[in-house]
């Protein structure tokens, strides 16, 4: 038998770095998840500690699972954006204001050895739905995470939308009725304020001021303060008029900004995740009617509005093709 | 002195297809535009009828100009979209409902020996203007041109979007106001609807219906169907301060869809061309003010927003380097 040379299997980490939870994964390059990592963590701390408190850990998963350097790819992180991308900065995310204007880039580069590569993590999320999840094999897609905000990302020929310094893809800062609600970002109206675990629970709590839907409270131990997305969800699913009502009234202002996407960029699918997702059944149905009745039928056609299928995972993922399609 | 070979100048022709003016040029590969002519049509007479009259003209052009048919490096046609980029079809323009349907490229093929080119005209109008306009050297900027309808074009990495089946770009059908008035493509609120030659002229009537502005209707001999754009603009230019105030009206609806596109695409620039650009200093005033107020201050940190250089040659031009493009 002739000589036989030892290949050595290398992997890449994901990391989705959230306001309360962050999530780290060992990744093949083939986009499967081998292990997961996760710990909460406290934004009031501010950015500096957060992110050193997310270096140590990320060190540890290291010396745990990697015996060589060069076994490591590298490593991604999807943090809440605008991300001005050639400095590798955070600008002002308006869900997480302790990190604004953090200089992400440089603090990692200084700690860690490995190549990372940032993302704004809605295009992580996007990005992982695309390799491995509900996009796959889509060239054009665009994706939208429902959370406490709502984010996106825009996929272009099969590259993530970036624009002239990284922000782009703000989806959920579409406006969509000039005349709407405050926003987090200093805007009125937009996407975010109506299709978000925050915008749905505005909902809830307006709709209980005039009076109405009181059974939504039953979900939430009677304390409107204690009203969350989920609970009005499960309002929704006990059968709550007015629960139900909010979720189609959400699904009609996604709709409208579905149909901004398919305008502007011809996608052949649409990709929905995040944790208000998960209450697809009570608003996908005034999403598609909105969107049959008012976009144009060419661009329109042969599109697909699709659940994501990788839950928790696609931020990881997604973070881990970004390192992946860096080392290239 | 030795042999010295002889090189032929080659060039493009530019096509820029309206509803009312066909404009044609022939264009050096560098961008500069050598001769032009135009003709007036008539929309009425249908799609066949239309592109047969083109044909004809286009073959006249070609004859008294080019000696030798490889002097023609290919043709480019800027049309009304949305158009299906790969079978070369006229989809159905919300302006133009003539075109609908029309198998544009089949048909020229089958007329005209030389490579052709189709583009929307949107996106012909802004090829042009990064080509040899105001937004040179751009490699992700946005194109607005304010007509009897509102089109436009998206370049991102230095190319043109086209998205999945050929059409994105439809700026004028953000929507904008989802309780607004019915708009051609079958939505409601559309930026068409009140940044286009269409929509002035509607806020217009609303405006003299309500007894306001009747100044206005001495700029189009006192007959409210004689009243165009154009008209409502001479008496803002002569002080009419409702015809003024539609101007800031529609400024602010245009910087809304503005916003839109500065959270989505992080452009560059935003260039603003077409007809109704000529009121430009009764809008721009109300389109920067509420871009301030209320889009990401990353994303449009270095933004700028320009007026366009070409005039009516941007849609020649386009078309031209479409043409040119594909030739490469």
């Known amino acids: 038998?002739?000589?036989?040379?030892?290949?050595?299997?290398?992997?890449?980490?994901?990391?989705?770095?959230?306001?309360?939870?962050?999530?780290?994964?060992?990744?093949?390059?083939?986009?499967?998840?081998?292990k997961k990592a996760q710990y909460r963590t406290d934004v009031s701390k501010g950015g500096l500690a957060l992110f050193e408190q997310l270096v140590s850990n990320l060190k540890d998963l290291i010396r745990e699972n990697f015996r060589e350097s060069n076994q490591l790819i590298g490593i991604?992180?999807?943090?809440?954006?605008?991300?001005?991308?050639?400095k590798g900065l955070i600008m002002e995310p308006p869900n997480l204001p302790a990190l604004k204007g953090f200089p992400l880039g440089d603090f990692l580069s200084?700690?860690?050895?490995?190549?990372?590569?940032?993302?704004?993590?809605?295009?992580?999320?996007t990005l992982g739905e695309?390799?491995?999840?509900?996009?796959?094999?889509?060239?054009?897609?665009?994706?939208?995470?429902?959370?406490?905000?709502?984010?996106?990302?825009?996929?272009?020929?099969?590259?993530?939308?970036?624009?002239?310094?990284?922000?782009?893809?703000?989806?959920?800062?579409?406006?969509?009725?000039?005349?709407?609600?405050?926003?987090?970002?200093?805007?009125?109206?937009?996407?975010?304020?109506?299709?978000?675990?925050?915008?749905?629970?505005?909902?809830?709590l307006e709709a209980i001021e005039k009076g109405k839907g009181k059974g939504i409270l039953k979900w939430s131990g009677r304390d409107p303060q204690q009203m969350t997305s989920?609970?009005?969800?499960?309002?929704?699913?006990?059968?709550?008029?007015?629960a139900k009502k909010i979720f189609n009234e959400m699904g009609r202002y996604l709709g409208l900004g579905l149909i901004n996407l398919i305008h502007l960029f011809n996608p052949e699918k649409i990709v929905i995740g995040g944790k208000v997702s998960r209450a697809w059944d009570y608003f996908i149905g005034s999403v598609m009617e909105i969107v049959q009745e008012r976009s144009?039928?060419?661009?329109?056609?042969?599109?697909?509005?699709?659940?994501?299928?990788?839950?928790d995972d696609a931020g990881i993922l997604g973070a881990a093709y970004s390192a992946l399609k860096r080392a290239e």
Request: proline letters at 4%.
């Open 130 to 204: 695309g390799w491995v999840g509900a996009a796959k094999g889509c060239k054009h897609y665009c994706g939208i995470t429902l959370g406490t905000g709502v984010g996106g990302g825009i996929v272009v020929a099969g590259k993530i939308l970036h624009g002239a310094r990284g922000t782009a893809g703000e989806v959920g800062h579409m406006v969509i009725n000039p005349k709407g609600p405050l926003c987090g970002c200093g805007g009125r109206g937009c996407l975010e304020v109506y299709a978000s675990g925050t915008g749905i629970r505005r909902m809830a």
């Open 76 to 86: 991604g992180i999807g943090v809440a954006g605008p991300i001005d991308m050639k």
């Open 110 to 125: 200084e700690k860690i050895s490995s190549p990372i590569a940032i993302e704004n993590d809605a295009n992580a999320f």
């Open 230 to 242: 989920e609970s009005i969800f499960k309002a929704a699913q006990s059968g709550n008029v007015t």
């Open 296 to 311: 144009m039928k060419g661009p329109s056609e042969k599109l697909q509005i699709v659940k994501a299928e990788r839950g």
């Open 1 to 34: 038998m002739g000589c036989r040379r030892m290949v050595m299997e290398q992997f890449l980490i994901g990391i989705d770095m959230g306001g309360t939870n962050v999530r780290m994964g060992i990744v093949t390059p083939e986009g499967k998840v081998l």
